[in-house]
């Protein structure tokens, strides 16, 4: 499946899509660039794998919006304003009882990882560059499900308790960085821009 790319110009930040999750790295190559990759390795209960991305999923472009399409669950990454907003949208509940767990391998460059249960923060030199927070997850009926982060050796682990919800199920963290600026003389820089062919999309250079 080609990589895809977006820039984010309101957060200084650029994504990299794949079938398995996504890279993210500074829109400005400066002294302070860093770079994070995060690859879903699956849904689990306890430690077994309950799904898993596929390979060659589907793919839906329109307009900011990119969906994967695995099969039994969707990995949705809405670009604007905001941020990067993922959703993993669960279609029907897995098999088991224990807590469901998205499991994202983090690696970062150069970068310290921290997570206190809803905010899983990267810095460089004491100073934050990015953060995956904001953490939601709803139900088929709206309603709001129990959830939290847990970090442990640059494994991520979105815990949701979804013993009494109702699927379809949707999981939404959203990426930003404290290095947020909105540069309003350039084009759609308010809203991000929609997911492009990997490459130098609007001939800034990077």
């Known amino acids: 499946v080609q990589a895809l790319q977006s820039p984010n110009r309101a957060n200084n930040m650029r994504f990299t899509y794949h079938a398995d999750g996504f890279e993210v790295k500074s829109r400005v190559k400066d002294a302070e660039s860093w770079q994070i990759k995060m690859n879903l390795k ?30 039994t669950f969707d990995v949705e990454y809405i670009n604007n ?48 560059k990015y953060n995956y927070s904001n953490l939601k997850v709803w139900d088929a009926d709206k309603i709001d499900v129990p959830a939290h982060m847990e970090l442990e050796n640059n494994l991520l682990a979105i815990v949701v308790n979804d013993h009494d919800a109702r699927y379809p199920l949707t999981i939404d963290p959203l990426c930003t960085s404290p290095d947020a600026t909105v540069e309003s003389n350039q084009h759609d820089a308010e809203m991000g821009w929609s997911v492009a062919s990997a ?7 990077y």
């Open 81 to 128: 304003m905001h941020g990067m907003r993922q959703n993993f949208i669960v279609h029907q509940k897995p098999n088991g009882s224990s807590p469901l767990k998205v499991m994202l391998q983090v690696k970062a460059d150069n970068l310290m990882m921290k997570c206190n249960g809803n905010v899983l923060s990267a810095t460089w030199n004491n100073k934050i």
């Open 199 to 205: 490459g130098d999309v609007n001939g800034d250079g």
């Open 42 to 71: 699956g849904l689990y209960r306890d430690k077994i794998p309950v799904l898993v991305p596929i390979s060659n999923p589907v793919i839906t472009l329109n307009g900011n919006q990119l969906v994967y399409h695995h099969n």
